[in-house]
Nanobody, 115 residues
Framework: QVQLVESGGGLVQPGGSLRLSCAASTSIFNFNYMRWYRQAPGQERDLVAH???????NYADSVKGRFTISGDNAKNTLYLDMNSLKSEDTGVYYC?????????WGQGTQVTVSS
């Protein structure tokens, strides 16, 4: 059973930065792709950033130029670097990994952007 564990969330002021981590219990080479999602209070879970097994990346329009998704194969960890944070970036951030027909999710980490 694959496990994903997110960390790095917290309270940050507008304009600040955070780095989220998603530690996998297996090599991230195994996954077809990995993604970060965000769920704001009372909202649906939205895709924020995508990284294919090839390393190709895609971002939601709302975070382009501010967020960067990356992976460290040696540490089996996916990252999300978030800069110039806005109040609308507040939410629970989830890591998701796809391995064939199987989809794995982490438990989420809370990010709150507020002064």
């Amino acid at each position: 059973q694959v496990q994903l564990v997110e960390s790095g969330g917290g309270l940050v002021q507008p304009g600040g930065s955070l780095r989220l981590s998603c530690a996998a219990s297996t090599s991230i080479f195994n996954f077809n792709y990995m993604r970060w999602y965000r769920q704001a209070p009372g909202q649906e879970r939205d895709l924020v950033a995508h990284m294919a097994g090839s390393g190709a990346t895609n971002y939601a329009d709302s975070v382009k130029g501010r967020f960067t998704i990356s992976g460290d194969n040696a540490k089996n960890t996916l990252y999300l670097d978030m800069n110039s944070l806005k109040s609308e970036d507040t939410g629970v951030y989830y890591c998701q990994a796809q391995w064939g027909s199987l989809s794995y999710w982490g438990q989420g980490t809370q990010v709150t952007v507020s002064s």
